[in-house]
């Protein structure tokens, strides 16, 4: 199956989990296209590092160890609301899902095995770029 090719501008992310190391191969495919990446393991490096990067984009698990991704996804909607957020979360639930749009995430991809690129992760964020 062919991949769809990676955004051609380059920007700035900021991907949000408690258990970052396994997320490498989602830091790694910002790399390999030239995206400035930061990384938080909780709400409160989240909020300076979205503070003094200004990302374009955020990667956020909604089930963080510290506290819910809700509550961090409301602090950054309300802080920078010009900032696409992606939800990648483990647990496949409508219901969450729907609430995370609903708050204000642009898309949802579930997390694949560990240091993988989860699938349609490419389309998705063809379309967040799109928009920027």
Do not use: C
């Amino acid at each position: 199956m062919e991949q769809d090719a990676p955004p051609s501008t380059p920007g700035r992310v900021l991907i949000i989990d408690d258990q970052i190391e396994s997320q490498r191969a989602i830091i790694d495919f910002f790399k390999d296209i030239d995206w400035k990446v930061t990384t938080a393991v909780d709400e409160r490096e989240a909020i300076l590092e979205l503070e003094h990067k200004n990302p374009n984009l955020v990667l956020l698990d909604l089930v963080l160890e510290r506290e819910s991704g809700f509550e961090v996804l409301t602090r950054i909607r309300r802080i920078s609301p010009e900032t696409k957020v992606i939800i990648i979360s483990q647990y496949f639930d409508y219901e969450l899902i729907k609430q995370a749009i609903k708050a204000g995430a642009i898309g949802f991809v579930q997390k694949s095995e560990v240091n993988s690129v989860p699938s349609g992760f490419t389309s998705l964020l063809q379309g967040a770029v799109d928009t920027l």
